[in-house]
């Protein structure tokens, strides 16, 4: 079982910037796909960027390409999302995902991203807020 727990969510002003860390503990195992997702109310749940934890793998929505930058550090088995010139409507909870490896399996084989609706990853973190005010 692997838990997932999320920092970095605060309230800034547009143009801001915040780092969010997703730090993994339990048996990770084997390289994984894991992604950030948001969800402002009323508004499904999407994803905002993933990656491979081997390295590659990676993806963005289009409205934070060239904003967000997703990585990953091994060693210390801690996803990051660095979110520069932030808007209003980047204001949401953003959760960190991971799957359990059958989406890690598919980009190995098949190449792409490890982009993957929700339910392609087993374990979450619990969200954390990030307001934007303009």
């Known amino acids: ?27 990770i195992g084997s390289y994984k796909c894991v992604s950030w997702f948001r969800q402002a109310p009323g508004e499904e749940r999407g994803t905002v960027a993933a990656l491979y934890t081997g390295g590659g793998g990676e ?19 801690t996803l990051y999302l660095l979110m520069n010139n932030l808007k209003s409507e980047d204001t949401a909870t953003y959760y960190c995902a991971m799957d359990r490896g059958d989406l890690a399996r598919k980009y190995e084989v098949l190449g792409g991203s490890c982009l993957g609706p929700p339910s392609a990853f087993d374990y979450w973190g619990q969200g954390t807020q990030v307001t934007v005010s303009s």
């Open 59 to 77: 993806w963005y929505a289009d409205s934070v390409k060239g904003r967000f930058t997703v990585s990953y550090d091994n060693p210390k088995n």
């Open 1 to 27: 079982q692997v838990q997932l727990l999320e920092t970095g969510g605060d309230s800034v002003q547009a143009g801001g910037s915040l780092r969010l860390s997703c730090a993994a503990s339990g048996f």
